[in-house]
């Protein structure tokens, strides 16, 4: 009895231990194929004037943002999405409160690999904005020209994804629908975002949509992300390109204090026949989130352990 208790209890202690080894082999099957890289930050100005004979208002300004990135990549199947909210206010003396920043930018793309760095691939996107604009440097004295899902659009396609590695991800989808959603009345005019009619609040279009994100690490703590897209409608005016450029140069000055520079560069014929410019620049509070797992065993994805936080 005595060696049948002995023998017993070394096989449950065995047993024991291979399950609790079998459990954190899965926990950790099941981690290391995501990714998450995620950047929250709060960006401050301010300028403060008394006597100053070359003149000047003062005034402060802040613009809070989140940008995140989440992949999941496990054998064939890729698939990443991307969460971008921006939103920034300057109060001027004399002036007032007007808006420096507004963004909404929300996409998802799923990808199954068919060779080397390619995918089949379907996704959506979606952009916005939170509040009103206005002519005039954002009077809200002035003309409305914008709101919150005026315009608002939504993407949906299917195409090849072309991911070479982490720095490099090129999407073309020959099959994209397009909804555009002018849900402001005020805005709802004949040709105003393309809308046909007036009182129309939405307008279908159908063409190409090819994205580009490409990552550029300069020097340690300065990276630069750069996007473009360009969308043509196949149902009206195809030449009628929709271009849009972005870049972000990022300088990390320590763990939780960075400085940031965008540009973007956008031409919509339906919007505006003119090109669009934005350019800020801030430097504030980031914490970055990394989650410090690779997103694939293929030697050409491991940069972005060596090299965090872009």
Request: glycine share 10%; net charge positive.
């Amino acid at each position: 009895m005595r060696k049948f208790l002995i023998g017993f209890t070394f096989i449950l202690g065995m047993y024991t231990n291979a399950q609790n080894e079998k459990k954190k082999e899965d926990i950790t099957d099941s981690i290391k194929h995501w990714s998450v890289l995620g950047k929250n930050s709060l960006m401050l100005n301010q300028a403060a004037f008394s006597n100053w004979v070359g003149g000047g208002a003062n005034n402060m300004g802040w613009l809070a943002g989140i940008n995140y990135d989440l992949t999941y990549e496990k054998d064939k199947d890729l698939w990443e999405s991307i969460i971008i909210i921006d939103y920034g206010q300057n109060d001027t003396k004399g002036v007032g409160v007007r808006k420096t920043q507004d963004v909404i930018n929300i996409s998802t793309n799923y990808g199954r690999k068919f060779s080397k760095s390619c995918y089949f691939s379907v996704g959506t996107g979606f952009q916005s904005q939170f509040s009103s604009g206005y002519e005039d440097g954002n009077n809200p004295l002035a003309k409305k020209i914008s709101n919150f899902m005026a315009p608002g659009y939504l993407n949906f396609g299917m195409g090849i994804t072309y991911r070479p590695n982490d720095n490099l991800n090129v999407t073309l989808r020959p099959t994209n629908a397009r909804w555009v959603f002018v849900l402001d009345k005020d805005l709802q005019w004949a040709g105003n975002y393309g809308l046909k009619a007036a009182g129309d609040s939405s307008l279908l279009q159908f063409g190409f949509l090819g994205t580009v994100l490409y990552k550029i690490k300069i020097m340690d703590n300065v990276n630069l992300t750069n996007t473009a897209s360009i969308f043509s409608n196949y149902l009206d005016h195809p030449d009628h390109l929709v271009l849009g450029y972005g870049a972000i140069l990022n300088f990390k000055v320590n763990k939780y204090i960075s400085s940031n520079i965008t540009l973007d560069v956008l031409y919509d014929h339906n919007q505006i026949e003119k090109t669009q410019l934005k350019q800020t620049l801030g430097i504030g509070f980031a914490y970055t989130l990394d989650n410090g797992v690779k997103r694939s065993n293929r030697k050409d994805s491991q940069w972005w352990i060596k090299n965090r936080k872009f």
